[in-house]
C-alpha cells in the first residue's frame, strides 16, 4: 500500500489550501455601520455633546460617521437637549433616539431605542461616551429583530 503517491499531492495541497486560507493572508473586511448624529436645542451643553459623539464614532471602529442628508441607508442617533432652568444652566436634559433610516421606508424610519441623560459642561466627554454602548445596542437590536434591514447598512 502507497502512504503518498506525487499523483495525490497537488489534491492534497489544493485541500490544505481551502483549510487554512482564512487563516493565512486573507483578510476580512469589517464592515462599520454608517450613523448620522442629530442635535436640536439651543443649549451649549447639548451641542458639546453632539460635537464630542460625533468625535466617538468617527474614532469608533464598528461605526461610520456620515451626513444626516446621505442617500444611503443609516442609524440616526437624535439628541434633543433642553436647559434644566433650575440649575442656571448649567445641566442640559438630553433626549437621545436611535433610529434606522431609509429612503423608501414608510413613516420617518424604524424606531430602535431611545435614551434619557442629563449632562453638564464639566463631563461632557463621559455623557457622550454613554451614548455609544446604547447605540451598540440599537444596532444589535436592528441585526437580531431584522437583519434584512441590518444588511443594507
Known amino acids: 500500500m502507497e502512504s503518498c503517491s506525487w499523483r495525490t499531492l497537488p489534491g492534497l495541497i489544493t485541500v490544505f489550501s481551502v483549510f487554512l486560507a482564512p487563516h493565512i493572508g486573507f483578510t476580512q473586511v469589517s464592515k462599520t455601520m454608517p450613523v448620522a448624529v442629530s442635535h436640536r436645542g439651543v443649549d451649549e451643553v447639548g451641542r458639546s455633546v453632539a460635537h464630542r459623539l460625533e468625535e466617538a464614532i468617527r474614532a469608533s471602529k464598528r461605526f461610520s460617521l456620515i451626513a444626516q442628508n446621505t ?7 437624535t439628541l434633543d437637549s433642553v436647559v434644566v432652568p433650575q440649575l442656571q444652566g448649567q445641566v442640559s436634559a438630553i433626549g437621545i433616539s436611535f433610529i434606522y433610516y431609509r429612503r423608501g421606508l414608510p413613516g420617518v424610519g424604524v424606531f430602535l431605542g ?17 451614548i455609544i454602548p446604547k447605540l451598540e445596542e440599537a444596532a444589535d437590536f436592528l441585526k437580531r429583530h431584522d437583519p434584512d434591514l441590518w444588511n443594507t447598512l
Request: charged content about 15%.
Open 71 to 77: 442617500p444611503r441607508p443609516r442609524i440616526i442617533i
Open 114 to 130: 431611545t435614551a434619557v441623560n442629563s449632562c453638564s459642561l464639566k463631563i461632557i466627554e463621559s455623557c457622550a461616551q454613554s
